[in-house]
């Protein structure tokens, strides 16, 4: 690709998704909106990867094909580095295992410069199995609140959009789903977020939050794939998950001053929750349970808040919940 300004920077991070590179790879150049380059990326891949990222390398719209021969053991490394490749002012982090709808490129980059103050827009997802079917699963879990606002959209402060939406969870789930603006990835200071393991994108989210504006799209236009085995199911059975997560909410309580007591408590409560269903040894259990009263103060009554207010939110509506405080 000759070296001109393009406006979106499409980066496709791979390891060993050889079967599914061909559809996402086609489900980016089949996008009505052609302003883009793609940086096809491969982190030492031991399938049939490499030979299908050599095949689209000589595409026009590619501009780079770097391919790792050690394995870098992060996809978050991955993502630093196809920035740092980039040319474009929006963009695009593209699983390699997810694809889109060919409006998807086009209603991102649309949003994105309606709110030029917007760090990010999301778009919804169809899940899809291994085999492309659409699947009944829905992280969206859009209500009547968010589909009732007007042109299909939310616009969002950023650091309300942390407090009520990415402090109880990661709602940017997928991020396929998101398109974002490279000037606001260049003004965050500490990108310790692309050296964690299993939360480094939840952390990425929240820094892109504190940034600007969010725009939440209520239009289902990528395909998110789910697998069997995934890397947060892993973080989960050996607790490492979780301390990623338990890092992450100190660093959102100590970055905001108005998080509130009674929200403090209840997200705390939703980690013992957490913690107590957790299919792992007994002692793995404990050491969390103390790393979560170290880290965030929290005791374990904030466990019998959290049950009280799922259970009597809809008797008293002054109550906070997770559900009831998302934007």
Wanted: net charge neutral.
């Amino acid at each position: 690709m000759e070296n001109h300004s393009v406006e979106v920077s499409v980066i496709i991070p791979n390891y060993n998704y050889a079967r599914f590179l061909r559809q996402r790879i086609e489900s980016v150049l089949a996008q009505t909106y052609t302003d883009y380059e793609i940086i096809l990326l491969d982190d030492a891949s031991t399938d049939d990867s490499t030979s299908i990222l050599k095949h689209y390398s000589a595409n026009p719209h590619v501009s780079h094909l770097e391919i790792n021969s050690v394995n870098t053991g992060s996809p978050f490394a991955q993502w630093q580095k196809g920035i740092s490749l980039s040319r474009g002012k929006y963009i695009w982090i593209a699983e390699s295992d997810d694809a889109a709808e060919p409006s998807f490129l086009k209603k991102a980059v649309s949003v994105l410069k309606q709110y030029p103050d917007a760090s990010f827009c999301f778009l919804g997802s169809h899940c899809i199995d291994g085999e492309g079917n659409q699947l009944t699963t829905d992280f969206d879990r859009w209500t009547s609140k968010q589909l009732s606002r007007s042109h299909n959209m939310g616009v969002f402060d950023g650091e309300d959009y942390i407090k009520h939406n990415l402090y109880w969870r990661n709602y940017i789930y997928n991020a396929s789903g998101v398109v974002f603006r490279k000037q606001c990835f260049e003004q965050i200071k500490d990108l310790s977020c692309f050296s964690m393991r299993y939360s480094g994108d939840w952390l990425f989210w929240i820094e892109m939050a504190k940034q600007g504006m969010v725009v939440e799209v209520y239009e289902k236009l990528n395909n998110f794939r789910l697998h069997n085995v995934s890397t947060t199911k892993k973080g989960q059975k050996t607790g490492d998950g979780v301390r990623e997560d338990i890092y992450i909410v100190n660093r959102i309580e100590h970055s905001l001053v108005n998080i509130g007591r009674q929200r403090k408590t209840v997200r705390h409560g939703s980690f013992y929750k957490e913690i107590k269903r957790l299919k792992v040894p007994t002692e793995i259990k404990e050491e969390l349970t103390l790393h979560l009263a170290s880290s965030l103060k929290a005791n374990s009554s904030d466990y019998y808040v959290e049950r009280f207010n799922k259970s009597f939110s809809w008797l008293m509506p002054w109550l906070i919940t997770r559900d009831k405080d998302r934007l």
